[in-house]
């Protein structure tokens, strides 16, 4: 039967090469289903890849699309390197863009320049408030940060449910579950006038950059990778293990709080139900993507954001369903995941198991991912 | 490894670009570009399924004069505008939003684009180049109504609501005076599933309201698992937006019937021959915008009679579901004897008439 066996040392080269070996292999798959559904496959992929890069308002749409995933993903991926597994960034996003978008809402009609950073402290101490809940739950009482980080999520989504269908409903909006448009000095400047791509494009670089700076730095990102890499030789050296879990937890909370506030003042305008649309979960996925550093989250993230703007392309000219896209779009994270697994392991054909092998992959396999 | 695999890819994406530009340069013909956006898949088999229907006739009628597409399962948040402002950017001149969430984005990009036509379905805001269009489901709801509460026999009808919006709870209001109508025992019981389409948790509220005794459900939900439910339990339902009777071929008693087609056929020509005006139309039974589905197996000829004669009364306009005397839930009075309401008040109605049980959520 077909076994894997763990290699002895994953070589460092295929590491960073499988996300590339990811993409050409959803290519190859994605043109064998484009196929299979009589579109032309080679059409589909200009669509999806070239074409919103040929014009303005697809490069800015692509910046709209991939600000939040690479502020979400930059935070989370602290957090996974150090072991440390927040799931909940989708919770996180919702509260963030609840409590500055509510900053807004209170205040209406009232603004001026002062509304906005208030906004933004809002959005980044709400997200971190809910992160700090797993936070707290692991280091006091060793609760999974998996399951309640994971499970936090829905609660927030319930939560901005309840608000505007109650307290921060529309008040001249016929009872529609949404809540009014904000003022004017509550939106994200335009950075390119005529599109939408605001400044939160610009947060999102500012915070690639001081994470890169900090994991590279600074002595509580060396800490950061040490824990996760080794967990025994970290406490052995005296680091302060809730400290880390701490911080991770209240980074990649309030980046995912401010991710969420600039899509309420950004794009938005105003908060309605579906304002989390799975930024939180995708952004994990950038994250891996993009192989826990800050600059392949900047790439994996535009990556990402790219086959959803082009995906949306494909299914205008070619009438594709919308299923075939998802399906394309979950490729990528299955041939990533697949070639992780073979770089660590090596499939070995064996006629008989042995009653005592287990050599099965474990569930998460960032501490070898990361390098 | 890696760089090969870069080459590859650049290589692979550069024969891309050389076919794309290829194939475009012979798809090249003057036609009229109609876009319609949804917020489901097509397959929910009930409200963007329908919308999908109207685009099929649009198709259908017009020919080669127009070239259609569509796109679906668009989330009512952050994307929504992206998706319209697509559509503008590839050359569609008229473009139909089918969600209630769809209304502020298809106003900014409408704004944007004035030369653009839009078309948003179930919204209150409009302007010179976006008008609105809706169905009045209540009348539907109502001759069901009058179904229900005949064929029920323990007085008790199940409702899965979406969310508390005027159009739901409308249709609550109604399909409640139809049953009360006829049945002064009748009671109503709702389950909110703050969702349009959700099957899993529409089949668990349909199991639900079964276990407190329901014995017909009407839904406000678009997925046909309540009627799957209740062919399973033996029950009766109602069917929301398409037909559903294949999927409670005992349990359906009726379906109200979204038809689309006849108002997409008329915007989108007029359209073509520049008489296009912005408005806001609000079609009915008598519009064939509403259509009341074939009676199930399990209704006898007397229901089946009484119901027509109320569809085809309100159809003729001789009749108003919401006529007075008529009490608020709270049992403050909200029209007098022999007033029909004003559409205004309908379009905004927030509360429950005299006799339902429950509050709204707030």
Redesign the interface.
């Given at each position: 039967m077909l076994r894997l066996e763990p290699r002895r040392a994953p070589s460092e080269a295929m590491i960073y090469a499988t996300p590339f070996v990811a993409v050409a292999l959803t290519l190859a798959a994605g043109c064998v289903l484009f196929a299979l559904l009589g579109r032309d496959p080679i059409q589909a992929m200009y669509l999806i890849f070239i074409k919103p890069l040929t014009t303005l308002s697809g490069r800015a749409e692509l910046a709209v699309k991939a600000t939040p995933l690479i502020l979400i993903a930059t935070g989370l991926a602290v957090g996974f390197r150090a072991g440390v597994w927040n799931i909940g960034a989708e919770g996180q996003f919702t509260v963030g863009a609840l409590t500055g978008g509510s900053v807004a809402l209170a205040v209406y009609p009232a603004g001026g320049p002062w509304l906005l950073p208030l906004m933004a402290l809002a959005g980044v101490i709400g997200g971190m408030a809910w992160a700090a809940i797993p936070a707290f739950l692991r280091t006091r009482f060793n609760a999974n940060e998996i399951l309640v980080s994971l499970m936090l999520s829905y609660v927030a989504v319930l939560l901005l449910g309840v608000l505007v269908h109650g307290l921060l409903r529309d008040p001249q909006g016929f009872n529609f579950p949404e809540s009014r448009l904000f003022q004017s000095s509550a939106l994200l400047p335009v950075l390119i006038p005529g599109t939408r791509a605001h400044i939160g494009a610009i947060f999102a670089l500012v915070a690639v950059a001081l994470t890169q700076l900090f994991m590279a730095r600074h002595i509580s990102g060396y800490q950061i990778k040490v824990l996760g890499l080794a967990p025994k030789a970290a406490r052995f050296a005296g680091f302060c293990e809730r400290r880390i879990i701490w911080g991770c937890f209240l980074l990649s909370g309030g980046l995912a709080g401010l991710a969420g506030l600039c899509e309420a003042a950004g794009p938005v305008g105003q908060l309605v139900p579906a304002l989390p649309v799975g930024y939180g979960f995708t952004a994990i996925i950038v994250a891996f993507l993009g192989r826990l550093h800050p600059l392949g989250i900047l790439a994996g993230g535009l990556l990402i954001g790219l086959t959803y703007i082009g995906g949306e392309a494909a299914q205008i000219a070619l009438r594709l369903p919308a299923a075939a896209i998802a399906i394309f779009q979950g490729m990528l994270l299955f041939f990533l995941l697949a070639s992780d697994i073979l770089v660590r392991f090596r499939p070995v054909w064996r006629p008989r198991p042995r009653p005592t092998a287990s050599s099965g992959p474990e569930p998460m396999p960032a501490t070898t991912l990361a390098p | 490894?890696?760089f090969t695999?870069?080459r590859?890819?650049a290589a692979?994406?550069m024969?891309?670009?050389a076919?794309?530009v290829i194939?475009?340069a012979f798809a090249q013909a003057k036609k009229t570009k109609v876009?319609f956006v949804y917020v489901g898949?097509?397959g929910d088999h009930g409200w963007s399924y329908q919308h999908h229907q109207g685009l099929l006739q649009v198709q259908k009628e017009l020919g080669d004069k127009v070239e259609t597409?569509?796109?679906?399962?668009v989330?009512?948040?952050?994307?929504a505008?992206?998706?319209v402002?697509?559509?503008v950017?590839?050359g569609h001149e008229i473009i139909f939003t089918t969600s209630?969430?769809f209304m502020?984005p298809t106003l900014k990009v409408a704004e944007?684009n004035p030369k653009i036509k839009f078309e948003h379905v179930s919204g209150?805001k409009r302007a010179d180049n976006m008008a609105t269009s809706n169905i009045r489901y209540y009348e539907g709801r109502y001759v069901a109504g009058i179904m229900a509460g005949k064929l029920s026999k323990s007085n008790t009808i199940g409702y899965i609501a979406s969310?508390?919006?005027?159009e739901v709870?409308m249709g609550i209001n109604a399909a409640y005076l139809g049953a009360k109508s006829v049945n002064p025992n009748v009671k109503f019981k709702v389950i909110w599933v703050?969702s349009w389409f959700d099957p899993g948790k529409e089949a668990d509220a349909a199991k639900a309201l079964a276990d407190q005794g329901a014995d017909v459900l009407f839904q406000h939900t678009d997925s046909p698992a309540p009627m799957k439910f209740a062919e399973e339990r033996g029950i009766l339902a109602v069917g929301q937006a398409s037909n559903m009777a294949a999927f409670g071929p005992n349990a359906q008693i009726t379906a109200l019937v979204n038809n689309w087609g006849p108002y997409y056929v008329s915007r989108v020509k007029a359209a073509m021959d520049g008489t296009w005006k912005t408005g806001d139309v609000w079609g009915g039974l008598n519009s064939g915008m509403l259509n009341i589905a074939a009676y199930g197996k399990k209704v006898p000829a007397d229901v089946a009679a009484l119901a027509d004669a109320a569809r085809d009364k309100i159809a003729k306009g001789e009749f108003h579901p919401f006529t007075g005397p008529l009490k608020k839930q709270d049992g403050s009075e909200f029209l007098k004897a022999g007033e029909k309401i004003a559409d205004k008040d309908l379009?905004?109605m927030?509360f429950y008439v005299e006799g339902i049980d429950g509050a709204l959520?707030?």
């Open positions: - | 490894m890696k695999w870069g590859r890819l692979a994406v024969v891309m670009a076919g794309a194939t475009g876009a898949p097509i597409t569509h796109i679906e399962n989330s009512e948040g952050p994307d505008e992206r998706v402002d697509q559509l950017q590839a209630f969430g502020n944007r209150f969310f508390p919006i005027p709870v703050s379009s905004g927030n959520p707030k």
